[in-house]
């Protein structure tokens, strides 16, 4: 597997720039890595904008509409949160608005962790101003004044991209002081985020950008309550935020008329290097996942044997399960699996799924911020077991293995410990086979 990222020069090199790497060094040359996006169904995040001071118009239009209007139309559209867990946008929002208190936050959550995710990215770097109309948007309809925009310390193109975008909207007075006459006010901090995959998890987040240790923090009060600096304060991923310029200007009912259901609108989904076609796909909720691995990607490029969707804390989805699943959250939660994120990681045929395991179990343990038992001690107790059987023929107990993943997956404060069980119960289940040699019954 070759998921790999370097950063030369504030530059990001990855993909087959890797194999490359000593030469770039040398030349300081741009990276050559491009990927492919194509959207399938209806582009909404993939769709040009064009002209900037006619895309704000939507923002224009917003900011002279009620609070309550929007409200309602976001709650027509039925938006579900694309950062991993799928909760309605319209609800958070809803709910800062009605917390007590002037000084509120949007926090746009651009840590983008997930191994194997970067639709984010390409929406910092390609769409930035439908985050930044999202985000104001946001924080009308919230109450909030003031826009954090957290984005990972490996996309050093991305910052400033996006500190650019703040500086034009600055200028063209679409943000700041009483926008577009409308007497509502907002600005924007741009934050360049550490490198740790647990920023990504929303209050972590909000530790960091107050400059403590990314501890995660009980709940509740939850962050609508008690979030930035014990501020009312909303966190949504970057595409979440990116859709409300098109629910705003085409209608939440038109919005929710794409998809399903109970998974409306589009999801972007980033292929990784096996596929022949990797790329970034905008596709209606609801696309077969056949369509997406064999019309979209073209297929392996190599013996894949399983693809692991939604970030290391998503399903382990065996090949043959492919026609049974399509990109939305429901299909994904009912087979047992989780589209989060929906970036698609694959494993081949000769990679052994024990030596996954452990990757998954050390990745844990590396990225736990320590807080709660389950988590901080679980990972590296499953990792040091799943180790001895690889290395010294050690045969781990079955019962205190599965023990081991329950109590982290009930026991876990937030879903890193508690996601971790997923992948590791799906390969249990689906690679018996491979992996009944390493367990005694
Ligand atoms: C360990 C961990 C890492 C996470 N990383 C990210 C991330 O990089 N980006 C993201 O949007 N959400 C991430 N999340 C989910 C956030 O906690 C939160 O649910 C999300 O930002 C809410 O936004 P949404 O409702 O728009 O999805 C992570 C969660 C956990 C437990
Ligand atoms: S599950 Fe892990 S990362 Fe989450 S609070 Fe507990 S120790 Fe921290």
Known sequence: ??????????????????????????????????????????????????????????????????????????????????????????????????????????????????????????????????????????????????????????????????????????????????????????????????????????????????????????????????????????????????????????SGKKFASIGTEKSTGTKLVSLDGHFNRPGIYEVDMGTPLSVVVNELGKGFRSKVKAMHIGGPLGGLVPIDKIPTLSVDFDSFAKEGFLLGHASIVCLTEDFPIIEYLRHLFKFTAHESCGKCFPCRLGSTRGAEMLDKAINEGYQIDSELFNDLINTMEIGSLCALGGGLPLPVKNALHYFDAELKQYFSA
């Open 1 to 250: 597997m070759k998921i790999q990222l370097s950063i030369i020069m504030e530059k990001n090199y990855s993909g087959n720039d890797i194999d490359l790497i000593a030469d770039i060094k040398k030349s300081q040359a741009p990276s050559k890595e491009k990927y492919h996006v194509e959207s399938y169904g209806t582009p909404i995040l993939t769709m040009d904008y064009g002209d900037i001071h006619g895309y704000y118009q939507i923002l224009k239009t917003a900011l002279n509409t009620s609070r309550e209007v929007l409200l309602a139309e976001l709650k027509d559209s039925g938006v579900r949160g694309r950062g991993g867990a799928g909760f309605s946008m319209a609800f958070k929002l809803d709910s800062c608005r009605q917390a007590q208190g002037d000084t509120k936050f949007i926090v746009c959550n651009a840590d983008e962790g997930d191994p194997g995710a970067y639709s984010d990215r390409y929406i910092l770097e390609q769409r930035p101003h439908a985050l930044l109309m999202g985000m104001i948007i946001a924080g009308y309809i919230a109450g909030a004044q003031h826009g954090v925009v957290y984005i990972r310390g490996e996309y050093p193109e991305a910052v400033d991209i996006i500190q650019q975008a703040v500086n034009d909207l600055e200028t063209f007075g679409y943000t700041g002081e009483n926008i577009f006459g409308s007497g509502f006010n907002y600005r924007f901090k741009v934050i360049k985020a550490q490198g740790a995959y647990i920023c990504g998890e929303e209050t972590a987040l909000l530790s960091s950008i107050e400059g403590q240790r990314p501890e995660v923090r009980v709940r509740p009060p939850y962050p609508t309550q008690q979030g930035l600096f014990n501020k009312p304060t909303v966190v949504n991923n970057v595409e979440t935020l990116a859709n409300l310029p098109y629910i705003m200007s085409q």
